[in-house]
């Protein structure tokens, strides 16, 4: 049974008079990886360092365990539920009292202290550089060495901001299996912040998505930002700056549309159906996935296409091809 | 020419014989700017951190004030300190006029605005990421702020060597307040100025290459300690 563990009730953050983050409700369950994508700028970040206790919200509140968090010890839960910062920084010192600072600020002996920076260490597999400087570490030895002092404090919760954006890309897979490790066999819940889409659905048991301070639906492709331009009876109009996109009626403050790629219908030539969305462009892109192929055909913006393999063996498409893609105002999705 | 050679070649025979009354002077010498520049970095190092940090009103004319403290004349010091211990002064009854504590209390006053200057700037210079860093560790106030002290060390550091090496040099307040009593407060700059006016280039010599090699193992000294940063 899911049992919540930290749970945001009506939150708001402004900042400068500019609301960054309006989140009615979120539950987060023990034990689980939550996902956060969105695009730079979107409260990621500010939403991270909220239930980091590290920023207080305007208005709302934040329980953990079912208790509002104003009124617990604000020390003490900040090891309990611990955010590792996009670009961690590691103090100049050595890894080992780097790993120990969170339990020398909690009192703990001399001795229990290496005990556990060397578990840590094995952990995220970096046994023996207790006595490294931090000075001269990998970006990927870094990272893991900001696991490991986070771990030290034995966390029930663990944010990590952007965790693998200063990493390379061998080391990417190293980390994502410690975070799947620490979430296996220590139960500790996860929740990752991230722009990189592929990454966070590879490792979340849960996604969900944050544009421009709010949660959305999950949009997972052809998300275009802009602004609603002009109404005509009761069809809107959403303007990206490169393409009009006919939509249904909405709020005239929303500031993205998504499209979903299957609902998207290529052709040769302009066809005559009830959508009110036609666009002639050119293929700038084929990917094989499996079961169907993937286009992406620029009309101006970008767009995510997925057809069978068929059709596209049919349509003799290729990278190039002059093609129509046709959608219904009501399949596209507005935010 | 003649009396310089002669001055070097006494020079090295005091220092080589270690003549008691060149290194009592010298380890006075040291004893006095060593106590003062330990009390200024108590007083100083609390202080600039806490005006880099805090939010207050006044706070860029402050920092401004302690950056133009840094050029006080050695002598107005003394002046302030004299009048402050003499007789008729507000300390008068402490007695401290010409005495080693009052040579403290005028090279404290020099040090600790160098030190209370360059601890702000050598906080201002440590990442924010490291209060943000100490924070997310369960850090409370206090626990933080050591923490960023301790990433500044090195700068801290070279602000009490700047501290030490504008006490030890400094005469103008050492003689002003210190009256340079042979065998009481007399220092290495002092006895320097006294011998040279005495014409005993020798002696004064001795000092100053004393006085130099103390310069000079300081900044070795530092220079190590950097080293071992990295």
Same mark, same amino acid.
């Given at each position: 049974m899911d049992t919540p563990q930290l749970e945001i009730q009506a939150l708001t953050k402004i900042y400068d008079g500019k609301q960054v983050l309006d989140i009615p409700h979120l539950v987060i369950n023990k034990g689980t990886i939550y996902g956060v994508i969105g695009p730079n700028g979107a409260g990621k970040t500010t939403l991270l360092s909220i239930l980091a206790i590290l920023v207080p919200p305007t208005s709302g509140n934040i329980l953990f365990d079912g208790v509002d @968090?104003?009124?617990?010890?604000q020390h003490a839960l900040r090891r309990q539920i611990t955010l590792i910062l996009q670009n961690p920084l590691l103090f100049t010192t050595t890894v080992e009292k780097n790993i120990a600072y969170g339990l020398r600020v909690r009192g703990i002996g001399k001795q229990e202290r290496t005990a556990r920076v060397k578990e840590c260490l094995r952990f995220v597999g970096? %046994?023996?550089? %207790?006595?490294?400087?931090?000075?001269?570490?990998?970006g990927g030895e870094l990272q893991r060495v900001a696991i490991a002092r986070a771990l030290a404090l034995n966390p029930t919760v663990l944010l990590l901001d %952007?965790?693998? !954006?200063?990493?390379d890309r061998a080391s990417v897979d190293l980390v994502e299996q410690i975070l799947r490790d620490l979430n296996n066999s220590l139960g500790i819940t996860i929740i990752i912040a991230s722009h990189d889409m592929n990454q966070v659905y590879r490792l979340s048991d849960e996604v969900v998505h944050l544009i421009d301070g709010r949660l959305t639906?999950?949009?997972? !492709?052809?998300l275009l930002r802009g602004r609603v331009v002009s109404q005509n009876g009761d069809l809107f109009l959403f303007d990206t700056g490169k393409l009009r996109v006919a939509v249904l009626p @909405?709020?005239? %403050?929303a500031t993205h549309v998504s499209i979903p790629p299957e609902d998207i219908i290529v052709s040769h030539n302009p066809i005559a159906t009830s959508a009110r969305n036609s666009f002639a462009g050119k293929i700038s892109q084929v990917s094989d996935e499996g079961e169907s192929v993937r286009l992406v055909v620029d009309v101006g913006e970008k767009l995510q296409v997925t057809i069978t393999k068929r059709s596209f063996a049919e349509m003799e498409l290729n990278v190039a091809s002059p093609v129509y893609v046709t959608f219904k105002s009501s399949s596209v999705e507005v935010f | 020419m003649e009396y310089i050679l002669y001055g070097i070649l006494k020079a090295a025979e005091l220092i080589a014989t270690l003549d008691t009354e060149v290194f009592s002077i010298a380890l006075f010498s040291l004893q006095i700017s060593a106590t003062a520049t330990v009390c200024a970095s108590l007083a100083g190092i609390p202080l600039g951190f806490l005006i880099e940090t805090q939010d207050f009103w006044g706070r860029r004319g402050t920092i401004t004030l302690f950056n133009t403290l840094m050029a006080l004349p050695t002598v107005v010091v003394g002046l302030l300190v004299y009048s402050f211990t003499s007789?008729? #002064?507000?300390? #008068?009854?402490?007695?401290?006029?010409?005495?080693p504590k009052a040579m403290v209390l005028g090279q404290f006053i020099l040090a600790t605005p160098i030190i209370v200057a360059l601890t702000i700037s050598a906080t201002h210079a440590v990442d924010p990421r490291v209060k943000l860093t100490a924070m997310t560790l369960g850090a409370g106030r206090v626990y933080t702020a050591l923490t960023i002290l301790a990433e500044a060390r090195f700068a801290l550091m070279a602000a009490v060597i700047a501290g030490f090496g504008r006490v030890i040099a400094e005469v103008g307040c050492a003689i002003m307040? #210190?009256?340079?009593?042979? #065998?009481?407060?007399?220092?290495m700059t002092t006895a320097i100025a006294l011998e040279t006016a005495k014409g005993e280039f020798g002696f004064s010599l001795a000092l100053g290459f004393i006085l130099l090699a103390v310069a000079f193992l300081v900044n070795i000294f530092f220079h190590y300690l950097q080293s071992r940063r990295d």
């Open positions: @968090v104003t009124e617990l010890d970096l %046994e023996g550089f %207790e006595k490294r400087k931090t000075i001269g570490l990998s %952007e965790p693998t !954006a200063n990493v639906r999950a949009p997972a !492709a052809n @909405v709020k005239p %403050e | 007789r008729q #002064g507000p300390l #008068g009854p402490l007695q401290l006029l010409f005495t307040v #210190g009256g340079n009593i042979r #065998g009481y407060t007399r220092t």
